[in-house]
């Protein structure tokens, strides 16, 4: 029999450290293989096995091919005093569980940590990977598709399964994918990982700027644009700290939040973080200017006319832009007119690497789900289209990892 060629996205694979869990299955057999497969392509593996998985294949088997000891239990005192779980956790660059049962999914679907490998889950940040593989009726129950979908919605990627023939003799989806496929599935997830270990410090959403202890000063900004390229960034690899003004929206899975009101205070949360990062995108819809002197108590309708005096707020961007060893740094241009011109004129007077400048009023902009950008570097143009804002997001982080490439920062 000729031995099967690696695909070319295995290459991304050398040097990671991929734990592969395996759960209750009878595909748990080409498990094996798939643990000398990833080994060909230069990764380090470790195996983590639910009680179910013994029962199918012996831990010895995967120790062999593996190279390591292999873990099942969650309490094991020889394990915890090498590498402890939370170890095993942290070590993992991605979790791969092939065979996933619809009982792990479930499981996993709901949060629990009652097994070994259930827990490695939840406690590592890695890529989590799952090649379910189940009869085909178990596949399309309602509930299985359901963990199925609430996974995937977590950034949970799902290899297959695969239609075709199953162990208990039906025909349908469910199978597992094969090892060299999975190979080739979790290589893509490294290769596109362009940001990986990087650490980004996001800024989104409006500030408020008090008047009063009940009113104050705002815009429009819902924070879905800044949302989005945290989310992306994340999806990339990266380490991610949003700073947000205040938006309805649920931190993206995987992201820090820091929840701030007042442009000062999102000012004071960037400075705080802002000497670990290596990439600031500022995406906030940072007001400009705040109440001079808010009242302690509520203002009262007395006068006639009532001014209100308004000074500066610091420009966060273009403070963290001038710090000398500061970060690659991404700013967001609104413009309503002469978009190019005002976009490179921003660009250079704040002193940053890169402008994403977006078209708004006459419907455009604000509170959308999409919206049309034109990134601008010093010498660079890219027209990353009309989309909707989470693809544009993640074409913009493409363009940060691009110029970051080109800079030769690359990791
Ligand atoms: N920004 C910031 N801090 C401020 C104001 C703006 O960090 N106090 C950032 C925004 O997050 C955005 C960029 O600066 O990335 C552009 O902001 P914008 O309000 O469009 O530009 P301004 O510099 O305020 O210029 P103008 O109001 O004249 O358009």
């Not at 199918?56 to 094991?76: E, K, M, N, W």
């Not at 092939?98 to 890529?127: H, I, K, Q, V």
Request: with cysteine; aromatic share 4%; hydrophobic share 45%.
């Amino acid at each position: 029999m000729n031995t099967p060629t690696l695909p070319p996205t295995a290459a991304a694979l050398s040097g990671r450290h991929v734990l592969v869990g395996i759960t209750g299955g009878i595909a748990a057999y080409k498990s094996a293989d798939l643990v000398r497969r990833l080994r060909e392509a230069g990764a380090q593996v470790r195996v983590a096995m639910t009680e179910a998985a013994i029962a199918f294949v012996s831990p010895l088997t995967f120790q062999a091919l593996s190279g390591a000891p292999v873990r099942h239990t969650l309490i094991d005192a020889d394990a915890e005093a090498g590498m402890g779980h939370i170890e095993l956790a942290r070590w993992a660059d991605a979790i791969l569980v092939a065979p996933a049962s619809a009982d792990f999914m479930a499981r996993l679907a709901g949060g629990l940590a009652d097994d070994l490998l259930s827990t490695l889950c939840l406690a590592s940040e890695a890529p989590l990977c799952l090649a379910p593989a189940m009869n085909r009726v178990m596949w399309k129950h309602p509930a299985t598709q359901d963990n199925a979908q609430r996974l995937a919605a977590r950034g949970v990627h799902l290899f297959g399964p695969a239609s075709g023939a199953q162990a208990c003799g039906e025909t349908g989806a469910g199978r597992m994918l094969e090892p060299m496929q999975l190979v080739d599935a979790l290589g893509q997830v490294f290769a596109s990982e362009r940001l990986a270990g990087r650490q980004v410090l996001i800024t989104a959403g409006p500030t408020r700027e008090a008047l009063d202890p009940v009113r104050y000063i705002s815009n429009r900004s819902s924070g879905r644009m800044g949302y989005a390229v945290a989310e992306a960034a994340r999806a990339a690899g990266a380490r991610v700290v949003l700073v947000s003004g205040p938006t309805a929206l649920p931190a993206p899975a995987g992201v820090e939040r820091i929840r701030v009101e007042s442009a000062q205070q999102m000012h004071r949360a960037v400075f705080d973080r802002v000497a670990s990062c290596e990439i600031f995108i500022a995406t906030a819809a940072v007001a400009d200017y705040r109440p001079a002197h808010p009242a302690e108590q509520k203002i009262k309708k007395h006068a006639d006319r009532l001014s209100i005096e308004l000074i500066r707020n610091p420009d966060i961007l273009a403070e963290v832009a001038a710090l000398p060893k500061g970060p690659f740094t991404v700013g967001f241009a609104a413009e309503t007119e002469e978009l190019e011109r005002h976009a490179r004129e921003k660009r250079k007077r704040k002193g940053v690497d890169l402008i994403a400048a977006n078209q708004v009023g006459n419907g455009l902009g604000f509170d959308r789900e999409d919206n049309a950008l034109v990134v601008y570097g010093e010498h660079d143009v890219w027209d990353l289209g009309t989309a909707d804002k989470r693809e544009l997001a993640r074409r913009l982080i493409e363009r940060i990892a691009d110029a970051l490439e080109k800079r030769g920062t690359a990791p």
